[in-house]
């Protein structure tokens, strides 16, 4: 049982970065306190200003983001919201890598290689991945470079798995993440995002924040509506009015990521069996809806014996403007696809579970032939 907020007791400060604090959790093993500071900075802090309210802005944010991406099905390091500006996360040994995934082209992406017009759109999503180092300026590593450099962590080295899994996990988790704010008409154009090893599970994990200063984000894919991080980047003055109105941006998007956990869409599963004979087949169909967050209604009518009741069945529900599965063979995974379509909740967990799918196998592979070396 996890200790109160008011009896939480704070251990050494584990690492300390531009824009939050680390600290160990002595009452909670295999834990630590992430805690979010007022401040943001541009340019590996070469540009550096304090922005009351940021911490509560960023925490939320980051709390949001990955419930969305826990409830998925993507292994994070999140535990829970614990204030207003902090959250408990699994004690991870970070990677030095960060990942980007980028859908359109812009920012650095342009000088890199010129020649590429910016809005040039990447399909599928462009992976690159940067190494933290902020004496060179976080350089460009190839996926060759990251598995040479033989990391080990909590453990685990990092090898060609390891790192094809962290490349897998990124595109999925931006696409994840890009469906989710398209109903609210927002383009999610690049994301950043790191990755560390549980020190308990020894597995590497989403870890670090994913806030504001994490991704763009165009509103209409408007680059001029931009709410990011991006708009306090382009100051050519930091004045208290040009802070606020990054600030304003900021709250903008916190106030909407709460919306990323919810959907308009509605629906139900109707699974028609010809016997309560059926039952048992049906029910697993049921259970297996529920993962996918998908209400299921099991009925009892004959096709064959009784057509017009089997109708009337139908047109009830119908009536209700829902749409329906009538098929019980592969019926969870049907319906899911089919309220994938406008639900991102529903598709995020698809998602997730071909991400987790694939990755077993990675591991699986690479155990067997771990076992064939020792032989």
Request: aromatic share 8%; charged share 25%.
């Amino acid at each position: 049982m996890a200790p109160a907020a008011s009896e939480l007791k704070l251990g050494k400060k584990v690492n300390e970065g531009k824009t939050k604090e680390v600290y160990e959790l002595p009452d909670i093993p295999g834990c630590v306190l992430m805690q979010s500071k007022d401040q943001i900075t541009a340019g590996n802090a070469a540009r550096k200003d304090r922005m009351e309210g940021k911490a509560a802005i960023s925490n939320t944010t980051t709390s949001c983001v990955f419930q969305l991406l826990q409830e998925a099905g993507i292994k994070t390091a999140f535990v829970r919201k614990q204030s207003d500006t902090a959250f408990i996360a699994a004690h991870c040994e970070m990677i030095p890598i960060e990942w980007v995934c980028r859908r359109i082209a812009t920012g650095s992406f342009l000088k890199r290689n010129p020649g590429v017009k910016e809005g040039y759109k990447f399909y599928p999503p462009k992976i690159e991945m940067f190494y933290k180092d902020d004496a060179n300026n976080d350089p460009q590593w190839s996926e060759e470079q990251l598995v040479e450099a033989k990391f080990c962590f909590a453990g685990l080295t990092i090898g060609k798995t390891e790192v094809d899994i962290m490349a897998r996990s990124t595109q999925a988790i931006f696409e994840i993440l890009e469906k989710s704010w398209q109903p609210q008409n927002c383009t999610l154009v690049d994301l950043k995002i790191e990755f560390g090893v549980n020190i308990l599970t020894k597995e590497i994990v989403l870890a670090d924040v994913i806030d504001n200063d994490s991704w763009r984000l165009w509103p209409s894919g408007d680059r001029s509506q931009q709410k990011d991080k991006q708009s306090y980047r382009d100051l050519k003055e930091v004045t208290p009015e040009a802070l606020q109105m990054v600030k304003r941006n900021f709250e903008w998007v916190a106030e909407r990521v709460e919306l990323l956990l919810k959907t308009k869409s509605q629906g139900r599963v109707v699974v028609l069996m010809g016997s309560t004979s059926d039952i048992g087949h049906c029910e697993k169909i049921k259970k297996a809806c529920a993962t996918f967050g998908i209400p299921c209604e099991l009925r009892v009518t004959s096709a064959h014996k009784g057509p017009d009741e089997t109708l009337r069945i139908k047109a009830e529900y119908e009536g209700l403007g829902c749409p329906t599965t009538l098929s019980p063979e592969g019926a969870a995974q049907f319906a899911a696809q089919i309220f994938g379509l406008n639900n991102h909740l529903v598709w995020a967990k698809l998602r997730a579970n071909m991400l987790n799918t694939w990755i077993s196998l990675k591991q699986a592979d690479k155990k067997l032939r771990e076992c064939t070396f020792l032989y």
